[in-house]
């Protein structure tokens, strides 16, 4: 967009200069003048541009851009949604409300605890947004399910409980922390989660659907440990066995953590680590399929 000269004599008193992205937009403040000042006044930080009008009022010159709202609400909206929620920021200023939701409900602040932006959601509330637009227990579990440390360590700070269980699958946020094999981002919400208090031995509710994995997957009464197992690393399970994990502990079946690294065909420095009783791996064994070759003898 390239804007008009200016006159020598200046701008409006009621006009000042925004500047997003790569284009300059000149808006109008909310502005007393009377007569046809008063006609559709912009807000500040708008968008894009229509057209430019001249008013003579009292044989002064306003200049007005009339800027089209929804243009850029849906425009920053949709990017937010898609991950730029440091775009927060601009939408505001540009006249947002803190406590905005899209079409299907969901807030500003949930897209931003989705992705993990703590800055950005610490803004929203130092303009009127409300920690519990974030559900049940400030949706403690779901930072944990996607494995956002820094979030997590700043819901629990300002009240969510570490040891608060879904009421419909008995699932906690070390749970939820403990869906996944991508165990870089979510070691650190366990050691989060574990250094405020979170209990390693509870245990979910048997045979309730749950949202933890992709579909048609029932909860087995089973501890964080059970979990760690089958998805966790050598640190995962160290973690929660320093912390107190019953390392024998059963789910609902009568089976072991030991019974699940079994199960989903875990790597023996797993398995080693679960063993408990008269269970041992030894040191220097082979997979099965190294037996299976043979030796031959040259």
Not at 22 to 34: I, M
Not at 91 to 99: D, E, I, K, P
Request: glycine share 8%; net charge negative.
């Amino acid at each position: 967009m390239v804007l008009p000269r200016w006159p020598s004599w200046g701008l409006h008193p009621h006009l000042f200069f925004m500047y997003s992205g790569a284009s300059t937009y000149v808006v109008s403040r909310s502005c007393s003048c009377p007569g046809s000042c008063n006609r559709g006044v912009a807000r500040p930080g708008r968008s894009i541009a229509s057209h430019v009008e001249v008013y003579n009022d009292n044989e002064e010159l306003h200049y007005f851009i009339f800027i089209e709202h929804e243009l850029m609400s849906s425009h920053l909206l949709k990017q937010i949604f898609d991950g730029r929620t440091d775009l927060v920021f601009d939408s505001l200023v540009a006249g947002m409300a803190a406590t905005h939701q899209d079409d299907n409900g969901v807030s500003l602040i949930q897209w931003c605890s989705y992705y993990g932006d703590v800055s950005a959601i610490r803004f929203l509330l130092l303009n009127g947004e409300s920690l519990q637009s974030l559900g049940t227990n400030l949706d403690l579990n779901g930072a944990a399910f996607h494995g956002h440390w820094r979030l997590c360590k700043f819901l629990i700070e300002n009240g969510a409980d570490v040891n608060q269980a879904l009421p419909d699958t008995g699932e906690t946020p070390l749970h939820a922390a403990l869906c996944t094999s991508n165990r870089m981002a979510h070691d650190l919400v366990i050691r989060v989660l574990l250094s405020h208090g979170a209990n390693p031995n509870c245990v979910t509710k048997p045979s309730a659907e749950t949202g933890g994995f992709m579909r048609d997957c029932r909860t087995k009464g089973e501890t964080p440990l059970h979990r760690a197992a089958a998805f966790g690393n050598e640190e995962t399970i160290q973690l929660l066995l320093n912390a107190g994990a019953i390392i024998d502990a059963k789910d609902r079946n009568g089976e072991t953590p030991l019974s699940w690294g079994s199960w989903y065909l875990r790597p023996d420095s797993i398995l080693q680590k679960l063993c408990y009783g008269e269970y041992r791996i030894r040191s220097d064994r082979k997979t099965m399929s190294a037996y299976l070759l043979g030796e031959p003898h040259a």
